[in-house]
């Protein structure tokens, strides 16, 4: 009788479980190569023939608030790293870094992305407006730093799609103007520049009770030589705090009180899952790392 108890009580968490991680429309990508043979071309640069990723590190899925990767090169001083999280002290809006630096014959690429959606809970006919900030230095012959963000409806960008997009390792920039169109986005970039902070700023008109995500991108790179430091942060704000997070929901703790023993087996579950998920990145934004 106890068993049977158990295996139902166990049943039913499992199903909670299940139910709150279905509701997970948030997550991150990330990813970071060293690239050779790679030189300044023309204002820009050119890699290959005979292209080799001597390292490079990714990872990539919805339901997570961080992420971090980095790479270096086995025998040279080219490095690139990223790394992004959810700011649960900021509405859990995304903070998100990036570093690249190479040497003669080598190109460095970094690049990380998060998304989050939100219900605004606030009056009507309110304009919300989303500023990011992207700060940066980059030097040398070919280095560069982007960053780009996005407000999007959830009416066209629905949540399952939008985990199995990040859990492929997708964001949705490659769809903004064919599969939809975001409420508002925008891009910026600078290269050689020194030192700078590049701004955003979105605007939408939203009512109580529409949902909508925040998407955010930001890396750079480094070729023949230079360094693109992008570790002071890109960060964000919005002009309201009358929105909730789906990223601010953990698994209650009542729970995995009620899981017990098998709570541990889907821990170790999921993280065989997300070791498999370790391969390559093929990202359907144009900057891609």
Not at 9 to 19: D, G, K, N, Q, Y
Request: some cysteine.
């Amino acid at each position: 009788m106890k068993t049977a108890v158990r295996l139902i009580t166990m049943a039913i968490a499992l199903s909670l479980f299940s139910a709150l991680a279905a509701a997970a429309p948030f997550g991150a990508i990330a990813g970071a190569r060293i690239t050779e043979p790679c030189s300044p071309s023309g204002g820009g640069y050119s890699c290959g023939p005979g292209i080799t990723n001597p390292d490079k590190d990714e990872a990539f899925s919805s339901g997570v608030t961080s992420v971090s990767v980095s790479a270096q090169h086995p025998m040279a001083a080219s490095s690139s790293s990223a790394a992004g999280m959810l700011d649960p002290g900021n509405l859990y809006l995304p903070v998100l870094t990036a570093y690249a630096a190479s040497v003669e014959g080598d190109g460095a690429f970094a690049e990380v992305e998060t998304i989050n959606l939100y219900t605004y809970t606030g009056p009507d006919n309110f304009l919300l407006e989303l500023t990011g900030l992207f700060h940066g230095t980059t030097t040398g012959v070919a280095t560069s730093m982007y960053g780009s963000a996005a407000l999007i409806s959830v009416d066209d960008y629905d949540a399952m799609t939008a985990m199995d997009d990040f859990d492929n390792g997708y964001g949705p920039a490659g769809c903004f103007g064919e599969c939809f169109q975001p409420l508002d986005n925008d891009s910026v970039s600078t290269t050689n520049g020194g030192e700078e902070t590049l701004d955003i700023t979105l605007m939408t008109e939203v009512d109580n009770g529409d949902q909508f995500y925040v998407w955010a991108k930001f890396g750079g790179a480094s070729v023949g030589g230079g360094e693109f430091d992008g570790l002071s942060t890109a960060t964000f704000s919005l002009n309201t705090t009358n929105v909730v997070s789906a990223a601010v929901v953990p698994l209650p703790g009542a729970v995995w009180l009620l899981l017990g023993a098998p709570a541990a087996a889907c821990s170790g579950a999921a993280g065989a899952r997300s070791s498999a998920q370790r391969q390559a990145i093929t990202p359907r934004s144009a900057a891609t790392v």
